[in-house]
């Protein structure tokens, strides 16, 4: 089965920019639909993104869209997000999820398969 692992995270400033990477071992990413989470201290788990498998579809979060891009390339079986305008509220750990079917789906059990995450933190 796949496996995802992000990086990518660290510390930045208010107001900068960061990209995290998710990359596949074990098998491809490409038939998959890969979305984006986060979990703030003390906070539950939110969606902040989805993309399907050719990378023509998108969605986000309403706290993100605007200053946040998913993409993804599939020949090195890596799913990005880009991350501008970033905000103290965007401080969390963030996940990468691979859902076996389509369909951009916002619900954690609609992901079989996740990363250990990376924590991302913004200073104001």
């Known amino acids: 089965q796949v496996q995802v692992v992000e990086s990518g995270g660290g510390l930045v400033q208010a107001g900068g920019s960061l990209r995290l990477s998710c990359a596949a071992s074990g098998g491809t990413l490409s038939i998959y639909t890969m979305g984006w989470f986060r979990q703030a201290p003390g906070e539950e788990r939110e969606f902040v993104a989805a993309?399907?498998?050719?990378?023509?579809?998108?969605y986000y979060a309403d706290s993100v869209k605007g200053r946040f891009t998913i993409s993804r390339e599939n020949a090195k079986d890596t799913v990005y997000l880009q991350m501008n305008s970033l905000k103290s509220e965007d401080t969390a750990v963030y996940y990468c999820a691979a859902r076996k079917y389509g369909g951009l789906k916002t619900q954690e059990h609609e992901y079989a398969y996740w990363g250990q995450g990376t924590q991302v933190t913004v200073s104001s």
């Open positions: 993309i399907n498998w050719s990378g023509g579809t998108t």
